[in-house]
């Protein structure tokens, strides 16, 4: 049986509309600007997932599935919604001048795309109810609350596997449902700190510093929506649901990836900060030009032969301080200060013109504003426009990754909070008018 059948055996069709025909804006030059696929089916199509996070390893995981083509429910507390609505600026000013608040926070509105909101409280007996009917309709669970914090509202594993044997229940924390930290709240920073990342992170002779994007919760909810679908696929075999436990700390670790296994095949003790530095490669550092910095990467002899040509010292090559990498490991400052002080002479652009086509590994080093106006950057299509409800048109980074039989991207804007609450609780739970407006009087749903 192929993958592919298996998908199709688990996934069911979805009582939510999703509006393919948003109005989306092209930026000049992207390619594969539309969220419709060639043969109408996105590969998660049909999956319908009941999205119960904050924040961002969480959200970031439900969205990476909502781009693939999954109808993602977000639950929301009805009246702030998701933390991250209150975290700016900036924020995506509204285009009604008299609605109350700032906008849209950038932050939420990074990751979660490609879904709709439900504004619910699960303090009310008729709020569990609900989340109950939802996921006896759902195929997936997405949580991040502490171990153990939803089962006083029977939102709990052994209880909702009970209500649909099939569901897949993952379950984010920050040090996962066992284990002596288990009900230590984690966030992204914490864990970089304890698990070695900022350890190895800085300027060589610095300070620790944490990575500048929170990278362990992204890395998180990665692992998490990568191992949703391989859940899918397993019950497409069994017919079972099952719980998939993942935490920032266990992400963490695993991404140590090469630096965990030096450390455990050598038993020494690692080497510390490097910078932008390699420890075992030289030259392979960014250095300073007359208005920024470029990076080079001499991996190999014959890469710092074309690296001394293109600087204009091809006499180094024949240096005996550094004709081999080892050599010019053994004489790092030295060949570091040469090539910078001879860097600082030009300006990027320049550097940049001068080993165009060379064959030689380098890159200037971007911030944010000029990396989302790259040429390459918008070549590729990654960053996109689209009609937000409350704010009208915003530019987002799209998803990156390009398949042959299907496109994804943003078929729908980050919803406003509570946006989608009447079409979820009649499409999919047939709530009729009256019964919607009652659970909104009492404070139910927003």
Not at 99 to 105: D, F, H, I, L
Not at 327 to 336: N, S
Request: net charge neutral.
């Amino acid at each position: 049986m192929t993958v592919a059948l298996r998908f199709q055996l688990v996934a069911r069709r979805s009582g939510l509309s999703w509006g393919s025909n948003a109005l989306r804006r092209t930026v000049p030059g992207r390619s594969y600007s539309s969220a419709a696929s060639v043969d109408g089916s996105l590969p998660l199509a049909g999956i319908r997932v009941l999205d119960m996070t904050r924040v961002l390893a969480g959200p970031y995981c439900t969205q990476i599935l909502g781009d693939l083509g999954a109808d993602v429910i977000k639950v929301e507390h009805p009246v702030r919604g998701d933390d991250t609505r209150a975290w700016g600026p900036p924020y995506a000013k509204y285009e009604d001048a008299s609605r109350k608040g700032p906008g849209e926070s950038a932050y939420y509105l990074a990751v979660n795309r490609n879904k709709k909101s439900l504004g619910l409280s699960f303090q009310h007996k008729s709020g569990v109810e609900i989340l109950h009917k939802l996921a006896k309709e759902c195929d997936v669970l997405v949580e991040n609350y502490l171990p153990g914090g939803l089962k006083k509202y029977g939102m709990d594993y052994e209880t909702l596997r009970e209500i649909n044997p099939k569901l897949i229940y993952a379950s984010i924390t920050g040090y996962g449902q066992t284990g002596p930290y288990s009900n230590r709240a984690g966030y992204d920073v914490m864990v970089e700190a304890e698990m070695g990342l900022m350890h190895i992170t800085g300027a060589r002779d610095g300070a620790p510093v944490k990575v500048g994007v929170a990278v362990t919760d992204l890395t998180t909810g990665l692992y998490t929506s990568n191992a949703i679908m391989a859940a899918l696929i397993a019950r497409g075999r069994t017919g079972r649901g099952q719980h998939i436990d993942a935490c920032l700390s266990d992400c963490q670790v695993a991404t140590l990836s090469n630096l965990a296994s030096s450390a455990l095949i050598s038993g020494q003790k690692d080497s510390g900060r490097w910078g932008t530095a390699h420890p075992s490669i030289v030259p392979y550092r960014s250095y300073k030009t007359s208005d920024g910095d470029i990076l080079f990467g001499g991996g190999n002899d014959r890469l710092f032969g074309v690296l001394c040509d293109r600087l204009g010292f091809p006499e180094w090559k024949t240096d005996a301080r550094f004709v081999t990498n080892s050599d010019r490991v053994q004489h790092r400052a030295e060949i570091d200060g040469m090539i910078e002080s001879t860097t600082m002479q030009k300006t990027t652009q320049e550097w940049l013109d001068i080993f165009e086509g060379s064959g030689m590994p380098y890159a200037a080093v971007n911030d944010i504003q000029g990396t989302l106006n790259h040429k390459h950057v918008l070549a590729r299509g990654m960053v996109t426009e689209v009609d937000h409800p409350a704010c009208g048109p915003i530019k987002m980074v799209n998803t990156p990754i390009k398949y042959s039989e299907a496109i994804p991207g943003v078929r729908t804007p980050p919803p406003t909070l509570g946006q989608h609450t009447d079409e979820i609780l009649s499409s999919v739970l047939d709530y009729g008018e009256a019964d919607i407006a009652r659970l909104k009087d009492e404070g139910v749903v927003s």
